[in-house]
């Protein structure tokens, strides 16, 4: 009967090995397992301190609420900051924490300057629905080299992002009967 570590050498070579290997310590920062990991990294930074904007910026009849809403996005996407941020280190290599390259990664906008609550909240399911699209694309990039840890981190925190975005979708709706 093969020995483990002759298995595992009959099996260099293979797609499983290359795979195996390349998640791993010597993992390159050019993966693109690792490339979508960091962008997020980099968007949930700006995400974060956009929602800090929003909800210390909000005035008018719905301030309680929205006020209330930006600060629990802010705690909800800090806790995957570090999940992701985490993920980079375990296969490797290092998440962006410096303020520079986090602006030269990121892809969501950061926040502008307003004249109306509406454009703000526009703003907010802009970037959301920016980083599902990426978000579903990163677990297929990860399922494609192997990572299922990764396309499980993903899978959950696009969830998060989705209802978000579903919330802010919400909101923006007019005609309700109540405000407009
Ligand atoms: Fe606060």
Request: proline share 3%.
């Amino acid at each position: 009967m093969a020995t483990v570590k002759t298995r595992i050498h009959e099996r260099e070579g293979s797609d499983l090995s290359r795979d195996m290997r390349e998640l791993t310590a010597d993992n390159s920062p050019r993966n693109p397992v690792v490339t979508a990991l960091r962008r997020q990294v980099a968007n949930g930074f700006v995400l974060y301190t956009n929602d800090k904007l929003y909800h210390w910026q909000t005035y008018g009849p719905l301030f309680r609420d929205l006020h209330k809403l930006f600060d629990e996005f802010a705690r909800d996407i800090l806790a995957t900051v570090d999940e992701l941020a985490e993920r980079v280190r375990m296969i490797g290599q290092d998440p962006p924490a410096q303020l520079s390259e986090i602006l030269d990664l990121a892809t969501v906008a950061s926040a502008g300057n307003y004249d109306r609550l509406r454009d703000m909240i526009e703003e907010a399911d802009r970037n959301a629905l920016i980083v599902i699209g990426e978000m579903r694309e990163g677990a297929r990039i990860a399922d494609e080299h192997s990572d299922p840890g990764t396309v499980d981190i993903f899978s959950k925190i696009v969830q998060v992002h989705e209802r978000h975005e579903w919330w802010l979708r919400d909101i923006l709706r007019r005609d309700d009967g109540l405000c407009s």
